[in-house]
């Protein structure tokens, strides 16, 4: 039985937060927790050390990568949407956002950041600048440090022209990013990012790992930055967009 196969038929897929849940017949194994230990693959029957990519059943990088990628040329299919204009040049949408050409040109976009994993199916448009970011929407998955490439990468975007920030559905991944970067660059508190993007985006809401790590990035810049010193008061009074 080929991989394929075998995650058609005992493993089923939620789309947007990229975990697998096992299902039927299946009795899912006890799992280890020892980065150490060693595991034997549930699809391919291989012994790998550390910890499984999935956090349900044992399953190696090969094995998971083989079997998203199955299920995603299964049940996703990308139609296009429209993103959102957010503030500045930024717009802020799903993946279907960037399958279509003639949009971005009539939006004057120049580049693109995904904030997801497993986009090897977006397709690339000549004088568009790309990012990837492999960031999964597991709680448990440190989004943080890909800020120090995706914030540079928004900010260096020609004032004449705009960025498209998207993850799967415009949610949770590139919310999240968005939110780090408003509180970063306008002074704002997460609760008042999050509210700004929502009255533009009703749809964001970061994960709790995620809101968990931007509560916490903001006490850093609160302990570092003095928005009053830039016209910017504590509550975001002031805040350009």
């Known amino acids: 039985m080929t991989v394929e196969s075998v995650c058609l038929q005992s493993v089923c897929l939620s789309v947007d937060s990229?975990?697998?849940?096992?299902?039927?017949?299946?009795?899912?194994?006890t799992m280890a927790t020892d980065p150490n230990a060693s595991?034997?693959?549930?699809?391919?029957?291989?012994?790998?050390?550390?910890?499984?990519?999935?956090?349900e059943i044992p399953m190696c990088t090969s094995c998971y990568d083989s079997a998203f990628q199955a299920e995603m040329d299964t049940v996703r299919v990308m139609k296009f949407e429209e993103a959102d204009f957010v503030c500045d040049n930024i717009y802020l949408g799903p993946e279907g956002s960037t399958i279509s050409e003639d949009w971005l040109k009539d939006k004057n976009i120049t580049r693109i950041l995904s904030v997801a994993a497993h986009m090897n199916r977006?397709?690339?448009?000549d004088g568009i600048e790309y990012l990837q970011l492999d960031v999964d929407d597991d709680p448990k998955f440190p989004i943080r440090p890909h800020w120090d490439l995706a914030f540079p990468f928004i900010s260096?975007?020609?004032?004449?022209t705009n960025i498209l920030l998207h993850c799967v559905s415009g949610i949770s991944r590139s919310g999240a990013t968005l939110s780090g970067y408003l509180m970063k660059t306008k002074g704002m508190r997460y609760a008042e990012a999050?509210?700004?993007?929502?009255?533009?985006?009703?749809?964001?809401?970061?994960?709790?790992?995620?809101?968990?790590?931007?509560?916490?990035?903001?006490?850093?810049?609160?302990?570092?930055?003095?928005?009053?010193s830039s016209g910017k008061s504590?509550?975001?009074a002031g805040v350009d967009c």
């Open 18 to 29: 990229r975990w697998f849940h096992s299902f039927g017949n299946y009795e899912t194994p």
């Open 39 to 55: 595991l034997e693959c549930t699809l391919c029957g291989s012994t790998f050390a550390g910890l499984s990519r999935n956090n």
């Open 122 to 125: 977006m397709p690339h448009f």
């Open 156 to 160: 260096k975007t020609p004032t004449n």
């Open 194 to 228: 999050l509210e700004f993007i929502r009255a533009r985006r009703a749809i964001v809401s970061p994960n709790s790992g995620f809101k968990q790590e931007l509560l916490e990035y903001e006490q850093e810049l609160l302990s570092t930055l003095h928005t009053t």
């Open 234 to 236: 504590e509550d975001g």
